[in-house]
C-alpha cells in the first residue's frame, strides 16, 4: 500500500479538500449539499490519478535519477501506474459533472490541463504554467457547480441542458472563484520554479527566485485587492503566510535538498492560501485551514510531497 501512496503523493491531499470546500463556499455553496462531497471525492480522484501518472510518464527518469520511486523500484509495474491513474481520471470527471454538477468545460480543462502536465512537464520549461492551471481548474470546477445551478434555478428550471456546454454560461463564474483561483493558480506556479531546480541539482537563479517569490506572495496581493486588509481578525491570516513563506524562501537559494525542504513547506501551506479565499464567507474555517498547514509538514515525514 505504501507504495501506492508514494506514487499518489497523499500527504498533499488534504490541499485538494481544502482547495475545492473553500471554492464551493466562496461561490456560495451550503455545506448541507452532498454535491459538496461528491466534488471533493471527485477531486481527489483527479488528483490521486494526475500524480500516480506523473510518475508512470516519468519512468525513463527515474530509473536514471530517482531510482527510489515505487515504479523504478519494482514496487508498482508502470502498465499498473497507467491502468490505475487514468482509471481514476475517467471517474473522477465522470463524478465531478454527474454527482457534482460542475461545468463540463471546466472539468475538460482540468483534465487537459493534468495530462498535459504528466505528459510533457520535464522538456517543457512552460509546464510549470500548466502545473498552476491545475489547481486554477479545480477551484473553477468546483466553483462553477454552484453558478450553473443557481443559473438553473434562477430560470425556473427553463435553461435547456446544452447551456451547460456553453460559454456564455463562464459568466456566472463567481468573482471570488475568480480571485481564488488565479491566486491559487500563481501560488503553484511559484512552487513548481523551485521544484524544478531541485530536480535540476541547482539553486534557483536570481532572476527566477525573484519571479517565484512574486507568484509565491500573489494570494496576499489577491486577498488584498479582493477584500480590505485587516477585515475582522484575518491579519492573522496574513501573518500565517508570511510566516511560511519566510522559511521556504531562503531555501530557494542553497539549492539541493535545502529546496526540497523548502518546496514542502510551501505545499504544506497551500491550505493557508485557500483560508485566504474563505475567510471572506467563514473566519472560523479559515482558522482551520491555517492550522491544517503545520499538520501537512509533520505529514510529509511519513510520506514525501514531491
Not at 493558480?185 to 519571479?211: C, F, N
Request: proline fraction near 5%.
Amino acid at each position: 500500500m505504501l507504495p501506492w501512496l508514494q506514487l499518489a503523493r497523499i500527504s498533499n491531499l488534504p490541499t485538494v479538500w481544502t482547495n475545492v470546500t473553500a471554492a464551493w463556499l466562496v461561490a456560495g455553496g451550503t455545506w448541507q449539499d452532498a454535491r459538496l462531497l461528491w466534488l471533493v471525492l471527485a477531486g481527489s480522484l483527479l488528483y490521486t490519478g494526475g500524480m500516480i501518472l506523473n510518475d508512470a510518464a516519468d519512468v525513463k527518469f527515474d530509473r536514471q535519477h530517482r531510482q527510489e520511486r515505487p515504479i523504478p523500484s519494482g514496487q508498482v509495474s508502470a502498465r499498473a501506474a497507467w491502468g490505475v491513474g487514468l482509471s481514476m481520471l475517467i471517474l473522477g470527471a465522470w463524478l465531478a459533472f454527474m454527482k457534482g454538477g460542475a461545468h463540463p468545460l471546466m472539468i475538460a480543462a482540468l483534465v487537459a490541463c493534468i495530462l498535459l502536465y504528466d505528459l510533457y512537464h520535464k522538456p517543457w520549461a512552460a509546464s510549470v504554467v500548466v502545473m498552476g492551471a491545475c489547481r486554477a481548474f479545480l477551484v473553477l470546477m468546483a466553483g462553477s457547480a454552484v453558478m450553473v445551478d443557481r443559473a438553473f434555478t434562477a430560470s425556473g428550471g427553463l435553461v435547456c441542458p446544452g447551456y451547460r456546454l456553453s460559454w456564455d454560461s463562464l459568466s456566472f463564474l463567481a468573482p471570488g472563484n475568480l480571485f481564488h483561483a488565479g491566486a491559487l493558480g500563481a501560488y503553484i506556479v511559484g512552487i513548481t520554479l523551485g521544484a524544478r531546480s531541485e530536480h535540476q541539482g541547482r539553486a534557483l537563479g536570481r532572476v527566477k527566485r525573484v519571479m517565484a517569490i512574486l507568484l509565491l506572495m500573489a494570494p496576499i496581493f489577491a486577498a488584498m485587492a479582493f477584500y480590505p486588509l485587516f477585515h475582522h481578525l484575518d491579519a492573522i491570516v496574513y501573518i500565517a503566510l508570511g510566516w511560511l513563506l519566510s522559511l521556504p524562501i531562503g531555501f530557494m537559494g542553497q539549492g539541493g535538498a535545502s529546496i526540497g525542504r523548502g518546496v514542502g513547506w510551501l505545499l504544506a501551506g497551500i491550505p493557508i492560501v485557500d483560508a485566504l479565499a474563505v475567510a471572506t464567507v467563514s473566519l472560523p474555517l479559515a482558522w482551520g485551514f491555517v492550522c491544517l498547514a503545520p499538520a501537512l509538514r509533520f505529514w510529509q515525514r511519513w510520506v514525501a510531497a514531491t
